[in-house]
Every structure is written in structure tokens, then in C-alpha cells.
């Protein structure tokens, strides 16, 4: 995920929306991950209550209870919260014109066939 100079604007429809909320917020920042995954965890909140639809506590523990494919509007590979399993999809990234641009291997970037976790020793 990468989200800081907005390079995935034009794939992923998430991207402009936070940008330009993170600019009315903090003007003259730049969103860097720690703030993605922040726009993603309220993301995660209001899909929650809106599956519910109840604002209410125990509203929201059943509508989390809903999310076993969750991606943050594409802004993350797809996981399980639920399972508490992350992504095991990844991503490729190319450089094009001093740029990074998510890979065509799919429609989103996201590889998730073969799926896998890799450790590095």
C-alpha cells in the first residue's frame, strides 16, 4: 500500500478521497501509511455499523462480526478480521517515469493466487 503522493489515484477510487480529506484536516501534510491505516480502521468502523445498523455497541461487535473479506475499499490486499488473518496477497509495484504504479497483474494489483505468507531468514 502505498498512498503518500496519491500514485494510485487513478486505480483505486479510495485514494482521492483520503487525500483530500487528510489536506482538509491537516493541510500541507503528506498521508503516509500510519495515516492509511487509519482512514482503513474507520473505513472498518462505518462498514461495521452500516452492516448492523444499529450505533450502538453491540451493533458494531455484530457488524464486525460481517467482515470476512475486508480491503478497505482497496486500499489493503484482502484479509479476514474476523479470523484475525492478515493479507495473503501481495502486491507488485513497478517504477514508471519516477513513479510507483501497482503492477497489472490483476484488476486491484493484488496477487492472491498463489497466496502465501513468506519468511525471510
Known amino acids: 500500500m502505498f498512498v503518500d503522493s496519491g500514485e494510485d489515484a487513478a486505480s483505486v477510487p ?26 482503513i480502521s474507520g473505513l472498518m468502523l462505518a462498514q461495521a455499523l452500516n452492516e448492523s445498523g444499529q450505533v450502538t455497541r453491540a451493533g458494531l461487535l455484530a457488524g464486525l462480526d460481517t467482515l470476512t473479506n475486508y480491503n478497505g475499499d482497496v486500499l489493503e490486499a484482502p484479509g479476514n ?41
Open 14 to 39: 479510495m485514494v482521492p478521497t483520503l487525500d483530500q480529506w487528510y489536506c482538509r484536516v491537516d493541510p500541507g501534510q503528506v498521508p503516509d501509511l500510519y495515516a492509511t491505516y487509519a482512514w
Open 81 to 121: 478480521p474476523v479470523a484475525k488473518t492478515p493479507p495473503s496477497c501481495y502486491l507488485f509495484i513497478t517504477v514508471q517515469n519516477g513513479k510507483f504504479v501497482r503492477a497489472p497483474q490483476s484488476a486491484n494489483g493484488f496477487v492472491c493466487n498463489p497466496a502465501a505468507y513468506y519468511h525471510y531468514s
